[in-house]
């Protein structure tokens, strides 16, 4: 069956994704060496974003490279349970009904979780099948099932058992309207403009007083020191004196630490150790109490005056600077920039607070987990991740890990009517190890554990574990993990921390870190800017009005989604127009060089679309071209048939060497070069020639050779771009009679053999190129029309092989520059007026006679050289100024020396040219 003669790619992804998955070729089947990548689990919650497309496509291509290697290979595929992101979402759905979840209570509650995850918590599992991802859909994990569940509680016991698992109160970052403890990652550090205010504080027995500054003044009722810079000469008299706290009838003493930066303010700090993570710090190397003035419901607690207590903070806020004014205390008040913690589920503002919590002793589980990177049982890609790991892992804190949810793994411990007590893998267990009979009552912690928890065990729970399953044996530990910097420290290094612990080996052998992908215009994607893009999007296309709708959907303030709706429009006046998956993936690959954030400009995606339709295109040809030729890959070949095949092979190597190192940018370049620089643009061209002559062994081979050299660039380029070369594999493989696989994907990955390296038939095509490319660069430089068939006068020194080399090449000349006629000239000869190019020792010329209209090409250049010299002026004027060259970035400076070098070399050859005229005119007709 022929191809259509149009690319759409739409009717390939649905084609193909559904034979793939429905064959089985995503599950392990190889006879090689194993290897694994473990998909960092979405949350179930969550929708494909442009960082999971770009995370996704990297992995994809690793995958289907390494399964094309013979390699046993498993992309295990699941999802992330998302505790509060989850809970959050069934909350809203109960609130509609008019309902809370304590209206339902517990088991009603999970089970409407588990009902709207069976509805709606695979859209981004089929998302993932949207973009290509041949991930083994059949092992597919949810952190949620019995299997994982089974092995969160026996690490929790283990760890428990062994001391590394305590309950106690220690500090955490606390959502109020969630009334919940969350984790680093779930707040957002938000600039927002606020008040930074001075307080005096009276020193005891003195008439002296030390002010402080502070953006949150009802945290002084909290309060339990000042603290100064031990070698502050200012306060060091005062170290050791008490201070009377206003509003409060407390004294607290002045203390010296050197975390104090005594040139920020008046070189004083309050210390609140119950409200903030640095003074918790301090508070317990000084021994300091602490005094919780603000409750888990949000509001000023107890231990706050009484005339403040029961009052939401931001009214506590206000009559504390009133009583502060009234008292004399208030020295004065300034406009300030700050940033403030917020949630990033509910948006509330993040508190501080002590509470009591189940935290992981982290310690000595961080300890070996720096040893293995320090030794290289686990390697980072790019190297300098290492430092990031390193720096996060050497100042680590005990890890919280209670959450105050109802949605996720509760936690496993069971207390009596004395409040003891018991760890164990379910009540029966806890009965057994600590002897309690069936008259002591129990009852099961009512909190779960935090989600990082769970995808911490994901590289070995996934596999089977505690059990030793065949699939922990080869896929344990697996061989990569593709992942952003972000999470570093909050997947990374607890995965390292728990799989040692848990198995005594590493989770993964490498870490490949890429960057994350930012707007055009190097801004963060988010919802809250408007400025995201939807992967399925560029893939299908979407219009302008459902696209502003799409970014503007949930944003409050009118003005900030007009401003979201005016640059939607400058940036999309047509809407998007989809490219395809193929394009897309494309596009991530040439943008992922290591480990930089990558400024994604949608614009891109039409190169790459156009790249897929000109492969599309040369497929096309060469089914046309070579139909009933009778070829074989025992034809003699041409040189230009062996230049081909040798440029294939150092593409091939190069491609090889990149995916080896992760550079996927490198790879795409060089499959992107060779087909449209080399197989599309001169070996189709010069095929032309072979296919149109006599000689059927030329003609035999040159048919082989562009279907060969086609066939194996679609498996070069299969894990890149897997749609399209599926579908234009399954017509030439046959052709070859090379189809012994059902799909490209099981088919063998070339290999490079350099016994197809040819460094005679390279040089011999890169002086063909060389004259064809100056005989084309004459016509340009004088608008000689293709129309116009030209004279070639060539002049060369006697003796030489230039002769003997143009007369074997000369058909593809001719042919590939529209030359009627080449002739040859000696030294002496007196010359017609000619266009002039060297190449070494060959001068090739174009008499110009009857090919050009003098006197409107001379208008012509003549027009552009004043245009010429007018930017050679503002350019020079640019570079002989002081002021630019002192202030303008390198980078700019550097770029407009080349633009000045680029355009005086444009005025030579336009002036040369004008020179050639103005003879033709001489010598008249």
């Not at 921390?497 to 870190?513: A, E, K, N």
Request: with cysteine.
């Amino acid at each position: 069956m022929s191809l259509e003669s149009r690319y759409d790619p739409g009717a390939l992804q649905a084609k193909w994704y559904e034979r793939w998955e429905r064959s089985g070729y995503f599950a392990p089947s190889g006879s090689g060496e194993p290897y694994c990548i473990v998909l960092p689990p979405p949350n179930v919650t969550g929708s494909l974003h442009m960082g999971h497309g770009f995370q996704v496509t990297l992995m994809d291509v690793l995958i289907r490279h390494q399964r094309m290697r013979g390699r046993n290979v498993l992309w295990q595929a699941g999802t992330d349970h998302a505790g509060i992101s989850t809970q959050v979402v069934v909350e809203r759905l109960l609130q509609q009904e008019g309902l809370s979840r304590r209206d339902v209570g517990r088991e009603a509650f999970i089970e409407r979780v588990w009902e709207w995850k069976r509805e709606s918590g695979d859209s981004i599992t089929r998302q993932l099948r949207r973009l290509g991802a041949s991930l083994d859909w059949g092992a597919e994990r949810f952190t949620m099932d019995e299997t994982i569940s089974r092995a969160v509680v026996e690490v929790f016991v283990r760890l428990y058992r062994d001391g590394l698992i305590y309950r106690g109160a220690r500090l955490v970052n606390w959502d109020a309207e969630l009334g919940s403890a969350i984790s680093d990652l779930e707040v957002n550090s938000v600039e927002e403009q606020g008040t930074l205010w001075h307080i005096a504080y009276p020193v005891e027995g003195s008439d002296e007083r030390v002010v402080v500054a502070t953006t949150r003044p009802e945290t002084m009722l909290g309060d339990v020191a000042v603290a100064v810079h031990p070698d502050d000469s200012r306060y060091r008299h005062l170290i050791g004196a008490h201070l009377h706290l206003p509003l409060c009838d407390r004294l607290i003493p002045v203390i010296a630490d050197d975390y104090v930066d005594p040139e920020f303010g008046s070189g004083c700090v309050k210390i609140t150790p119950a409200h903030d993570f640095n003074d918790y710090a301090i508070g317990e190397r000084h021994g300091l109490e602490h005094i919780s003035v603000i409750g888990l419901d949000g509001r000023m607690g107890l231990d706050a005056p009484e005339r403040f207590a029961g009052l939401e903070v931001s009214e506590a806020r206000a009559r504390v600077l009133e009583a502060l004014r009234s008292e004399g205390a208030l020295v004065r008040e300034e406009p300030h920039t700050l940033k403030v913690p917020r949630s990033d589920r509910t948006g509330v503002v993040v508190e501080p607070l002590l509470t009591t919590q189940w935290h992981v002793a982290i310690g000595p589980l961080a300890e070996r987990a720096i040893r293995t990177v320090e030794t290289g049982d686990v390697s980072f890609v790019p190297r300098g991740w290492e430092n990031t790991y390193f720096a996060w892992m050497r100042d680590i804190r005990d890890w919280c890990i209670s959450r105050q949810l109802w949605w996720g793994h509760r936690i496993p411990a069971w207390y009596d009517g004395s409040g003891e007590v018991y760890v164990g893998r379910s009540e029966a267990e806890v009965r057994s190890h600590y002897g309690l009979d069936g008259d002591v009552d129990l009852h099961q912690d009512e909190d779960v554990l935090d989600t990082w928890f769970s995808s911490g065990l994901w590289s070995f729970a996934t596999q089977g574990w505690p059990d030793d399953t065949e699939r922990l044996g080869s896929f344990a530990p697996s061989s990569v993990l593709v992942t952003g910097f972000d999470i570093i420290f909050f997947w990374v290094a607890r995965m390292i921390m728990l799989t040692l612990y848990c198995t005594d080996d590493v989770p993964f052998r490498q870490v490949y870190i890429h960057g994350l992908i930012r707007d055009a215009q190097g801004r963060k994607m988010s919802k809250s800017k408007g400025n995201t893009l939807d992967p399925i999007d560029l893939i299908d296309g979407i219009d302008l009005e459902q696209l502003i709708a799409k970014r503007t959907q949930g944003t409050l303030l009118s003005e900030h989604a007009r401003s979201i709706e005016r640059e939607t429009r400058e940036q999309f006046p047509e809407g998007i127009v989809g490219s395809g998956v193929d394009a897309l993936r494309f596009t991530y690959c040439s943008l992922a060089s290591t480990g930089r954030d990558i400024n994604f400009d949608p614009k891109r995606l039409e190169g790459y679309r156009n790249f897929c339709t000109k492969l599309w295109n040369a497929a096309r040809y060469v089914e046309r071209a070579t139909e009933g030729i009778a070829f074989s890959p025992d034809a003699p070949r041409s040189s230009i048939d062996r230049w081909i095949l040798s440029q294939l092979r150092r593409t091939e190597a190069a491609a090889l060497r990149a995916l080896a190192e992760y550079r996927f940018d490198l790879a795409a370049q060089e499959i992107y070069d060779f087909v449209w620089n080399h197989y599309c643009d001169w070996y189709l061209e010069l095929s032309k020639v072979a296919l149109s002559g006599d000689d059927e062994q030329v003609r035999s081979a040159a048919a082989y050779t562009l279907n060969a050299v086609l066939e194996a660039v679609l498996r070069l380029a299969h894990p890149i771009i897997p749609f399209i070369t599926e579908e234009l594999w399954q017509q030439v493989a046959p052709r070859l009679g090379v189809k012994t696989v059902e799909s490209i994907m099981l088919a063998p990955y070339p290999s490079a053999d350099a016994a197809h390296l040819d460094a005679d038939a390279e040089r011999e095509m890169e002086w063909l190129r060389t004259v064809i490319g100056a005989v084309r660069n004459i016509r340009s430089e004088l608008n000689i029309s293709y129309a116009k068939p030209i004279r070639l006068l060539l002049q060369a020194p006697e003796g030489s092989d230039l002769r003997e080399r143009v007369a074997r090449f000369s058909g593809f000349i001719e042919t590939l520059t529209r030359t009627e006629r080449i002739d040859w000239t000696s030294g002496g000869a007196e010359l017609p007026p000619s266009a002039q190019q060297v190449i070494g020792d060959l001068h090739v010329r174009v008499p110009l006679a009857g090919l050009v209209d003098v006197q409107a090409e001379r208008r012509r250049l003549r027009k552009r050289l004043d245009q010429l010299d007018g930017r050679i002026r503002s350019l020079q004027g640019r570079l002989d100024s002081d002021s630019f060259r002192s202030k303008a970035p390198p980078d700019l400076v550097a770029e407009t020396e080349a633009q000045s070098v680029a355009v005086q070399a444009e005025r030579e050859a336009v002036s040369e040219n004008l020179r050639n005229l103005e003879r033709l005119d001489e010598a008249g007709p």
